[in-house]
């Protein structure tokens, strides 16, 4: 069983819908991540948190409003969303910012935007 | 800026045969990490096997090792006596300490495994 868990699995919603996605983590890392997987397209990051502070928010739309309450919780407030923001979105986690042990992920939520 | 290449979109590969995904990097340090992730259709993304740079020897986990060609910039990652359960994407990907940036993945090569 992974050690991050993302919930829900799978989400479709409406553009003026407002959901949240949520990942959590109890390998007692100090850093998480958010990512985008698009088809035929590289990973995109969007959000890392560290220690519960937000260090990097890679030029995302404020429709994607991130929140991270304590080291174990990551979340993503989704509102007013676009179809082309159908994606898969993944967090994942290190031990703190540095990637030379790689990042733990979890299994992603799929989202739909209809 | 660094960049990861995997020039092979897509693989096939018979079962109980060996396989080899290509990944080629671009970099101007000598001091680096190197994975391979394994993201099968659970989507979890696992990591399969972890290169570090200054380290001549290439790493291997099980049927899976890699070919490490520092002066190349190449990492490509060998799966020996494929299964059905490799069948997955397979993303490589690059990270440089002492730089205040993110693990860098490649766009990932999808690998099919014929029975």
């Known amino acids: 069983e992974t050690g991050v868990t993302q919930t829900p699995r799978h989400l479709v919603m409406g553009m003026t819908n407002k959901k949240s996605l949520k990942c959590e983590q109890h390998l007692g890392h100090n850093a998480m991540y958010w990512y985008k997987q698009s088809a035929k397209k590289p990973l995109e990051l969007m959000f890392v948190y560290n220690f519960k502070e937000q260090t990097e928010n890679n030029s995302v739309p404020s429709r994607f409003s991130p929140e991270c309450p304590n080291s174990s919780h990551l979340f993503l407030h989704l509102h007013t969303l676009q179809p082309e923001d159908s994606a898969l979105y993944l967090c994942?986690?290190?031990?703190?910012?540095?990637?030379?042990?790689?990042?733990?992920f979890g299994s992603g939520t799929r989202l739909t935007v209809v | 800026a660094q960049t990861v290449t995997q020039s092979q979109p897509e693989m096939s590969v018979q079962e109980a045969e060996t396989v080899t995904l290509s990944c080629t990097y671009d970099?101007?340090?000598?001091?680096?990490?190197l994975f391979w992730y394994k993201q099968p259709p659970s989507r979890q993304m696992i990591l399969v096997i972890r290169?570090?740079?200054?380290?001549?020897q290439n790493a291997t986990e099980n049927r899976f090792s890699v070919n490490f060609q520092k002066a190349a910039k190449s990492f490509s990652l060998k799966i020996s006596d494929s299964q059905l359960g490799d069948a997955a994407m397979y993303f490589c990907?690059?990270?440089?300490?002492?730089?205040?940036?993110?693990?860098?993945f490649g766009k990932g090569t999808r690998l099919h495994i014929l029975p």
């Open positions: 970099t101007s340090e000598s001091d680096y990490y």
């Open positions: 990907a690059y990270y440089e300490m002492n730089r205040d940036d993110k693990i860098i």
């Open positions: 994942a986690s290190s031990q703190d910012l540095q990637g030379d042990y790689g990042y733990t």
């Open positions: 290169q570090e740079a200054y380290k001549q």
